[in-house]
């Protein structure tokens, strides 16, 4: 029995060992030196390509496995785990001469253990914080890289001592940055390790430890960083040693012993809480004691735009970060996000170009420059800003998304099409892109290709929304409707019920179709429902009624009044305009019969009582007009245009004296209109009362637009002038 346990054990074991797969990555770097490179400046160079070439073939490897593969991460998400779980190690460094040029050289090994990793993955992308601060990482490794590229190559074309020395200083300010986002990617990692629930307080002593251990030597290396402050608050408020963080702080700045940097990583830690009132009075307190520490003022901003909502003093705050360290481009950056939630475009666009001259490959900051730019109206540069984002950050799905909706609006369909095809490049299993494509190709009547886009929205990705979205379905039947497709149309809007029973456009779109089609019960049943579904689909045909009286096609809208009316039979608002469109026709007793039923439908329709007024006018009924003039007024009393429409009435009647008393409170609730000051003039003159009516003919000129409707106006009021004087 003994043996037989022991023989499964062996099996176990080996079958374990065969399963998990421990693969080495070598990767050699290389940096070839300049005349104006040092030997140690070299090393560090191609120490960073040797480690950056080793974690992209890491990346690669861990894409073939399978267990990792069933993740389905994008590939900058694994690339971003990839930098925190795999341990590069440095083995030896060459130097060797090329003809008359140096080349240093480091070679690095990497071990990857595909069983561990594929948990470690797993464990990291379950944790939305530590998830967060790995891809932002990600982000800002691929942007100093493109740094240290530029310095590199204006280091090389540099001729002046000086000059060269200034940016050979600014490189090695750029590989201390990417030395240190290394070491808190390292920090963040290894702070999951030690994680069950990903909840505060639930990550283990010897993990928050070593997380600490790393970030402290992160703010050994750039004390001043405002990044590596943020990490040390939220490695603090995980239960992190305050007094080891201060020695450590202190060490590297040199400040002075006091209560400052107690008060400011408390109020750090604070923040990484949500505790906010405690965390702005921690971060107040330093501030007073330190009032010349940009980063207190910078993160009293943060406190200040996170927990209170005053934006003017959080700008205020970054503005003073930004003044007293004009080098930080994180103080620029978050000056210009206030300014720009502010409506202060002008404003954020100048603190954007300066965060963007200290850090030109931020592909965040041309993002958010496009945006204000946007707003402001400068649509050119803001498309130039979005591209420029996108090269810097392909996959970055807001920017790409931005670039779109601007070139959209700019009427370059086309422009956004090409737009849409790119971002599906590099996000190739996001539906919302092929939706856009889709609604971009509609409009552009390429409706095929539609068609083609809004099915793979709903295939590539069935795990995502469109999978089961009834929204897509619609858009199909829509294209479908449009493309003279009815049959199709209505199996799409009916997919779409099924999976959205309550989708009213769904209904209404269907009803549509089935209307088209002849189906004239069925599409009022569907009518029905999507008015009962939501009362605003009641009007939609009085809107497009309204649009095809206003293009002069009197027949159509009256149709499509009488359609609104069949759909919801008590709309007043559908027979008042019905009445409105046959008046125009000639068809006074029918427009009397609709404004009528209106007024019967809605009583306190002040627009009906006053249409119905001008038609019992046009008719010769005065007394019957005035009676719904004096109905509308008593329901809105300062309606000039119910006053000047009763002196109207009156006038007709013979009633000066009734006529130039409603013209005149007319005139008084409404001083600018212009036909309300010729009546009156017109009244005064038959009144003999010449110097007003001089003057309401001079504010009716004055008033007056030059339209066809007032030129016959115009020219009687000149006359009348001319008499008067």
Sequence with gaps: ????????????????????????????????????????????????????????????????????????????????????????????????????????????TCKVDTDIVARQIDALRKNETVKTELLKARREAERLRQDLEDKTRELAAVKSKAEAETIAGTRRTVLTEQEVNSLLVKAWTELARGSKNFAHGSYSKQSLRRASILAEQALALDPFNPFVHGTMGQLLAEGGSLETTVVTYRKATGSEPGDADFHYFRGLSLIAKNDGKRAVAEVRTALRLRPDDANIHYWLGRALEAFTGDRQEAAAEYLMAARLKPEVAAFH???????????????????????????????????????????KGNMGEAVAEYRTAIRLQPDDYSAHLALINTLIKAGDLGGAIAACQAAIRENPTNDYLYVTLGDVLKDKGDLEEAIAAYRTAITVNPKDFFKTSNIIYVAIGDTLKTKGDLEGAIVEYRTAIRIEPKDARAHYNLGIALEAKGDLKGAFAEYHTAIRLDNDYANTRVHSAYELERKGDLEGAIAEYRMAIRMKPDNAYAHRYLGNALEAKGDLEGAIAAYRTAIRLEPDHVAAHIDLGVALVDKGDLEGAIAEYRMAIRMKPDSAYAHWHLGNALEAKGDLEGAIAEYKVAVRFEPNDAYAHYLLGKALKIKGQRAEAAR??????????????????????????????
Excluded at 363 to 370: E, I, P
Excluded at 700 to 724: F, G, M, N, Q, V
């Design 1 to 108: 029995m003994q043996l037989l346990s022991l023989v499964l054990m062996v099996i176990a074991l080996s079958s374990s060992a065969a399963w998990a797969e421990v693969r080495t990555i070598t990767a050699t770097g290389e940096y070839r030196m300049g005349d104006n490179d040092t030997r140690t400046d070299a090393k560090r160079i191609a120490l960073q390509d040797a480690k950056r070439l080793a974690l992209e073939k890491a990346g690669t490897y861990l894409e073939s496995i399978t267990e990792v593969k069933n993740f389905q991460l994008g590939r900058d998400e694994l690339r971003a785990y990839t930098a925190g779980i795999v341990e590069v190690t440095e083995q030896q460094t060459r130097s060797t001469m090329e003809g008359e040029t140096s080349v240093v050289r480091v070679d690095v």
């Design 696 to 725: 309401e003919f001079r504010e009716y000129l004055r008033l007056a637009p030059d339209t066809p409707a007032h030129r016959s106006l115009i020219t009687k009021a000149h006359a009348a002038l001319r008499e008067i004087e």
């Design 333 to 375: 950056d978050s000056l210009g996000k206030m300014r720009f939630t502010t409506g202060d475009y002008e404003g954020a666009i100048a603190a954007y170009r300066t965060s963007i001259y200290l850090r030109p490959n931020d592909g965040s900051a041309h993002y958010r420059l496009g945006l204000a730019l946007q707003f």
